[in-house]
């Protein structure tokens, strides 16, 4: 194996040139060859702060994979990788025998959901090349993703290539309307729908199929038929036994991979890995590197995966060139959430008064967000963008849960960017992580955890070994085959790119984040005022009545509290916390625990480990 020689890092790159093309140019309806489209996009971006901070990503990503790739010739210096493929050949042999070909999944996808809801409401557009976005494309019509313009665009680079481009104001609130009509639909063949956003979605329709007799096509072309019908909208699907089947047919149209290995490997082959869900655009370009460009390619360079595992997911990949995936279609539970928060992309500002004002509003979106879900948490993140398009974050964590009220939210967020002026932004969020659900049910016993015996405690799970630290205290981390090392980091970087919102509307993201957010690790901008990371536990107190972080003196005042008795969430002071927990300990809890606990210890038990079963109920989507 000739070793491959390491990206040069150059302003005019291929690579550069892929990167400012943006994450959406693998979206349908685009032109096969978009080396032109590049390069056109390349020259208007040249002397933006965005083309300088893409042009250090690409850089940083180059020397990124020339270290890997000098691992890789050590990895394999003196190596004989024959016995590794052998090994390599029976993984693949057992996990070919786990395919799972008995259920019928669909991914069902709107066609250019925002650009086809503007045509319902103005027929005249019909033709024409339009978009839907202020200083950034949200969505382009499929006559102007003949010219090069997707999302994720800025709308002065889309003119540049369609002279005649029609831009559009969002309107969001009428997006949200059509989209809850669609999914009510695609929900009647399937009420546990898995919804991935406003306009696509993951349907099992096995069952369905089997109670009303008929084949997946039908119930397919069924499914498409009503969508028509009843919003005038056309949605394109992909049938196949899991989640591997996508946009291989669309606009407007229908694709059914065979049920059969055979079929399902050939389809896989030829793939371009930025197809599969879980490779991103950074580790498209590291498996580049390595000489997997297509899915049928992770089988000639298993061995250095394997020798690799830590850096691209060997198991991920091995299923991804089966066409292996998960067949499990079901809504997010509330237990795997992770993070909730609120953000606001703006037009570029340096007046401090103006950006605190942003600060706020984003505080009082995440605090409605916080009441109406029934979320509390410990750690709070300021996520901001500066206008050079570079993300960063700061956090604070209490031993205490965070009140949901806006002006306590704005002073911690006010406290962490406060400590970072003078800067110049077009993006600031906060996030809550270490999630309690108020939802959830009481903890069970309280106090009397602390009497059973060690082995037998309800609290305690089998844990699986993760390289992921988990955000929230008590959940466990499993091995991701899902997706590679990585890949959610990257989603989260890719908000960097200041394309998630058009500039020049003010738009609020509430983020449901499954997965720790990548920017708490960064380090802090070059251009912040000096001063200690923020990213630390806090001793400091927080009230749920004052407006501003409260002092060691202010300890005392109303604060959100646990009771260590019963586990209720408490909203008291200190003095009735202790009243509270007086109260607890007179009713003979301490005494009663013991002996539940002593009798409980004389029934047989089931030694074998065994994740806690838990209810799978249907969590409705957000309206």
Not at 102 to 128: I, N, R, W
Not at 301 to 321: E, N, P
Request: aromatic share 6%; hydrophobic share 35%; proline share 5%.
């Amino acid at each position: 194996m000739e070793p491959e020689k390491p990206p040069e890092p150059s302003q005019d790159s291929a690579s550069l040139l892929k990167r400012l093309a943006g994450p959406s140019s693998t979206k349908a309806g685009l032109a096969h060859d978009q080396t032109a489209i590049n390069r056109i996009i390349a020259e208007a971006s040249k002397g933006s702060k965005f083309y300088e901070n893409e042009k250090r990503k690409d850089k940083e990503l180059s020397e990124r994979i020339a270290k890997i790739l000098k691992q890789r010739d050590e990895a394999l210096h003196g190596v004989d990788i024959r016995p590794i493929e052998r090994n390599i050949n029976h993984l693949l042999e057992e996990l070919e025998s786990r395919r799972d070909l008995s259920q019928t999944v669909v991914h069902v996808d709107m066609d250019a959901f925002y650009c086809s809801v503007e045509l319902l409401d103005d027929p005249s557009l019909q033709g024409k090349p339009f978009a839907v976005g202020g200083g950034v494309v949200s969505t382009a019509s499929y006559e102007a993703r003949k010219f090069g313009v997707r999302s994720g665009m800025a709308t002065f680079v889309a003119k540049k290539l369609c002279p005649d481009l029609i831009l559009l104001t969002s309107n969001f609130e009428r997006y949200s309307e059509m989209s809850d009509k669609v999914m009510d639909i695609f929900e009647r063949y399937d009420s546990t729908m898995l919804v991935a956003g406003c306009d696509e979605g993951y349907l099992n329709i096995t069952k369905y199929c089997e109670e009303h007799m008929v084949d997946a096509d039908a119930c397919v072309q069924e499914i498409r038929d009503t969508v028509f019908r009843e919003t005038l909208l056309t949605v394109s699907a992909g049938i196949a036994p899991n989640k591997i089947c996508s946009d291989k047919n669309k606009p407007n149209g229908q694709y059914h991979l065979p049920f059969d290995c055979t079929s399902i490997k050939a389809f896989m082959h030829d793939l371009s890995i930025r197809k599969v869900p879980g490779v991103g655009r950074v580790n498209e370009r590291l498996l580049e590197a390595l000489g997997i460009k297509t899915c049928g390619d992770i089988f000639k360079h298993r061995a250095i995966l394997q020798l690799m595992d830590k850096q691209f997911g060997l198991v991920f990949l091995l299923r991804t060139y089966l066409g292996i995936a998960s067949n499990i279609v079901q809504p997010i539970q509330r237990e795997e959430r992770k993070s909730i928060g609120a953000e606001r992309t703006f037009h570029a500002l340096s007046n401090k008064t103006h950006i605190l004002r942003k600060l706020e509003e984003v505080a009082g979106e995440l605090g409605d967000d916080m009441v109406r879900g029934g979320w509390t948490g410990k750690t709070v993140t300021l996520k901001y963008k500066l206008d050079t398009f570079q993300v960063f974050t700061r956090a604070k964590s209490f031993d205490r849960w965070v009140s949901s009220k806006k002006e306590d939210l704005f002073a911690i967020g006010k406290e962490l960017l406060l400590l970072e002026l003078p800067l110049t932004l077009r993006l600031i969020g906060l996030r809550i992580t270490k999630l309690k659900d108020l939802h959830a049910p009481e903890p069970a016993g309280g106090i009397k955890r602390f009497f059973e015996p060690a082995n037998s405690s309800p609290r305690k799970r089998p844990r699986l070994t993760s390289n992921v630290e988990d955000c929230n205290d008590e959940d466990d981390a499993g091995e991701d085959h899902e997706s590679m090392p990585g890949f959610y980091e990257e989603e989260e970087d890719a908000d960097g790119r200041g394309f998630d919102a058009p500039d020049d509307e003010e738009q609020t993201d509430i983020s449901h984040d499954l997965n720790p957010p990548y920017h708490e690790r960064r380090t802090r901008p070059p251009v912040s005022a000096p001063g200690p990371s923020r990213t630390r536990p806090s001793d400091s107190s927080f009230s749920a009545t004052t407006s501003k972080p409260m002092s060691a003196r202010q300890a005392d005042r109303v604060r959100h509290q646990d009771c260590p008795i019963c586990g209720k969430l408490l909203e008291t002071d200190n003095k009735g916390l202790n009243a509270h927990i007086d109260f607890c300990l007179s009713r003979n809890v301490i005494m009663e625990a013991q002996t539940e606990a002593q009798s409980s210890t004389k029934k047989p038990k089931d030694l074998a480990l065994s994740w806690p079963s838990s209810a799978k109920g249907k969590r409705k989507r957000n309206r």
